[in-house]
Nanobody, 125 residues
Framework: VQLQASGGGSVQPGGSLRLSCAASGGSIYRTITMSWYRQVPGRERELVARMSSDGTTDSSDSVKGRFTISGDIANSMVYLQMNALEPEDTAVYYC???????????????????WGQGTLVTVSS
């Protein structure tokens, strides 16, 4: 199973982008959370926003009020609507999933993590 992220690109400050992420190449038994992280060269990867299987969401203070996470967790799909983009939002954005890959893993409560390949977002005038 792979996560495929898309939607990155270049935009001017104040602009918007929408990132998408979906699982492919197989099936996941039960997804627990899906999240977006971002990373700038030389810095640690940071959590941007997370969505749980019960629909609850949370996001980092730096993007609150500007970014919105949504999706269909049961089908391993998640989106990130990014508005009012700032140059500081420039980064590679990664999709992440925490899940039980199969019924076998679920019965043993063994979670697995999946990462997408990253999509570059550049905010510049």
């Amino acid at each position: 199973v792979q996560l495929q992220a898309s939607g990155g690109g270049s935009v001017q400050p104040g602009g918007s982008l929408r990132l998408s992420c979906a699982a492919s190449g197989g099936s996941i038994y039960r997804t627990i959370t899906m999240s977006w992280y971002r990373q700038v060269p030389g810095r640690e990867r940071e959590l941007v926003a997370r969505m749980s299987s019960d629909g609850t969401t949370d996001s980092s203070d730096s993007v609150k009020g500007r970014f919105t996470i949504s999706g269909d967790i049961a089908n391993s799909m998640v989106y990130l609507q990014m508005n009012a983009l700032e140059p500081e939002d420039t980064a590679v954005y990664y999709c992440h999933s925490q899940a039980y890959a199969s019924l076998y893993e679920y019965r043993r409560r063994r979670r697995q993590e999946f990462w997408g390949q990253g999509t570059l977002v550049t905010v510049s005038s």
